[in-house]
């Protein structure tokens, strides 16, 4: 995720590969990072935070605690820390950091290929400026939204943010389907895959309700309804928003924790 937003970052012209500073503890990663962006590099994490007015924090929520101790009170008053640490509070944040400028944002998986969604929240002390970089930013990994109440991070965690997983068994089970009726595993796989892309777009596209796109399809008596009462009788519909609010749940459990 990190590179992702590097390349968005570089590919967008919103800073030039010199004014970009990595902090990354791998040797042969700040090589690759350096030959392939052509930024510059450092072992050091206070020394990348030096340089920059925003400074992105894209770690394993487990190395937050060491991170945070490294960089507490170091940061300036006109620099704003934006982080994409799953679970990580803008209490935590804030906190951890001794810095009150913090934006904390959740993404998504598909951000790697600029096809992303992204929910993001600002603390008061976030200049105008900033947040704008920001959005710009969020901008080249897909959609971004900014929300006003941090509630709204938890529940994007449990809808975008594992929603890619829920999507990804949806055609797994789509393939399987194919491959149980006698298609090769690659034919359904191409099937299955384009037919929930084309699907995303025509709602995107259209503008209509999902119901009403459905409807469109299902004939009286024929084969789509039957498949829809099966889907019905399996509990489909009920079994998805159980498992969001699952998610949702155990995101506000983790943000309790940190």
Known sequence: MAEAILRGILSKGIAAPQEVCVGEPVEARRRYLSQAHGVKTTAENKEAARR??????SIKPQSLPEVSLELAGSLRKDQTALSIIAGATMRTLTNGLGHQAVIRVMPNTPAQIGAGMSLWIAAEPVPADARQTAAAILRTLGEEKEVHEEKYLDM??????????????????????????????????????????????????????????R??????????????RALEEGGFRATVLRAVVAAYEKSKRLGEQT
């Open 52 to 57: 920059g007015d925003m400074v992105i924090f």
């Open 156 to 213: 994007a965690t449990a809808l975008s943010g594992s929603g890619p997983a829920y999507v990804f068994l949806f055609i797994e089970s789509l393939i399987d389907a194919g491959v149980y009726m006698g298609m090769s595993r690659d034919m359904a796989r191409a099937v299955a895959v384009q037919t929930v892309l084309g699907s995303t777009r025509l709602v995107q596209e259209t503008g209509k309700h999902p119901a009403e796109l």
């Open 215 to 228: 409807d469109m399809v299902t004939s009286p008596g024929g084969t789509t309804a039957e498949a829809l």
